[in-house]
Nanobody, 123 residues
Framework: QVQLVESGGGLVQAGGSLRLSCAAS????????MGWFRQAPGKERESVAT????????LYGESVKGRFTISRDNAKNTVSLQMNSLKPEDTAVYYC????????????????WGQGTQVTVSS
């Protein structure tokens, strides 16, 4: 069982930056693949970035490539999402998620989800 708590969301102007953090409970965090997903009103949930259990593999959604960076610290049971050059279309609720697989891309592979944190980018 893994519990996830996100933080770091907020309101930012276009072009600005935010850093999201996700704190995970549990002694086996280092064996879980992790991901950040987002959902805007009226839209389907979208994969933002995923990272393997050892942190060596990452994958980004096309819309965020080159702007967002996912990272993890297995010693601290945390995963982060650095978001730069934010755009109004990045506005969404961002969710941290964990999968018992060492690495997964599809959101359906993720069993554990945080409560979400709102990111709003003004134009």
């Amino acid at each position: 069982q893994v519990q996830l708590v996100e933080s770091g969301g907020g309101l930012v102007q276009a072009g600005g930056s935010l850093r999201l953090s996700c704190a995970a409970s549990g002694r086996t965090f280092s064996s879980y693949g992790m991901g950040w997903f987002r959902q805007a009103p009226g839209k389907e949930r979208e994969s933002v970035a995923t990272i393997s259990s050892n942190g060596r593999s990452t994958l980004y959604g096309e819309s965020v490539k080159g702007r967002f960076t996912i990272s993890r610290d297995n010693a601290k049971n945390t995963v982060s999402l650095q978001m730069n050059s934010l755009k109004p279309e990045d506005t969404a609720v961002y969710y941290c998620a964990a999968t018992p697989m060492s690495y997964a891309i599809m959101s359906t592979s993720y069993n554990y989800w945080g409560q979400g944190t709102q990111v709003t980018v003004s134009s």
